[in-house]
């Protein structure tokens, strides 16, 4: 994996990459979005909702995208950089012979709808398929209920691959997810991982 980008552009986006600077922002988003989001999410520690909890968590992020393990975006507006948008991670990155990570995200209730979420991750995609990443596969799991989340990811082409049962503990159950990945364009089956 060649140097880290610190940002990304869309035809409406500005997504910056996770570093600490960006606490206030993540912070202010959390907390927006905590009931909201509530239903989708695991038990989230008291960290994630104050600045200095985020400060703490991004600069682990920044040392993890730094080690090729972690790839972590934040979603803005170009006209206004004090708001997050949003959040992708592309998780528990792994090198030769899987070439695989694990994908995150959400939006602001407030911006669902708006097709945000479908160009942001159509650009994070095509940036981990593409030789400065080198992932051949992305999985996505999610709630069966999850209906937002399951067309989104169809619109991006993820196929879905099986169930998993009572998979993850979230809004205080363990939960049933479908399995989904993409994979990565152009590569064939026999193309050995580099
Ligand atoms: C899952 C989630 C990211 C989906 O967000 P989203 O805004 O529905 O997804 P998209 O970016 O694909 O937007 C699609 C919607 O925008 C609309 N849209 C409006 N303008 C658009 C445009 N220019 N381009 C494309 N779509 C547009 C589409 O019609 C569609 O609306 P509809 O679903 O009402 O028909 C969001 O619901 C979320 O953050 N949920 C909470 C957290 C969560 O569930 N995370 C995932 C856990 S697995």
């Not at 992020?61 to 959040?87: E, K, N, V, Y």
């Not at 999850?146 to 082409?157: E, F, I, M, Q, V």
């Not at 979230?170 to 994979?183: F, P, Y």
Request: aromatic share 8%; with cysteine.
């Amino acid at each position: 994996m060649t140097p880290a980008l610190s940002e990304l552009r869309t035809e409406r986006l500005w997504l910056r990459a996770s570093n600490p600077a960006l606490a206030d922002a993540a912070c202010d988003y959390y907390r927006r979005n905590r009931e909201p989001h509530a239903r989708w999410n695991p038990p989230q520690p008291a960290s994630m909702f104050t600045a200095e909890g985020q400060r703490e968590r991004l600069a682990a992020s920044a040392d993890a995208i730094a080690a090729g393990t972690l790839i972590g975006w934040w979603l803005f507006l170009p006209d206004a950089p004090d708001r997050a948008l949003g959040q992708i991670h592309l998780s528990q990155m792994a090198r030769a012979p899987f070439c695989n990570a694990m994908l995150g995200y959400s939006i602001d209730a407030a911006n669902e709808g708006q097709g945000l979420m479908r160009e942001a991750l159509a650009a994070v995609l095509a940036d981990a398929f593409n030789e400065r990443v080198g992932l051949r596969r992305v999985q996505a799991n999610v709630r069966p209920e999850n209906t937002r989340s399951l067309a989104l990811l169809d619109r991006l082409g993820f196929e879905r691959e099986g169930l998993a049962r009572e998979y993850l503990f979230i809004d205080g159950a363990w939960r049933d997810h479908v399995l989904t990945a993409l994979r990565a364009p152009g590569w064939p089956a026999d193309r050995a991982p580099t």
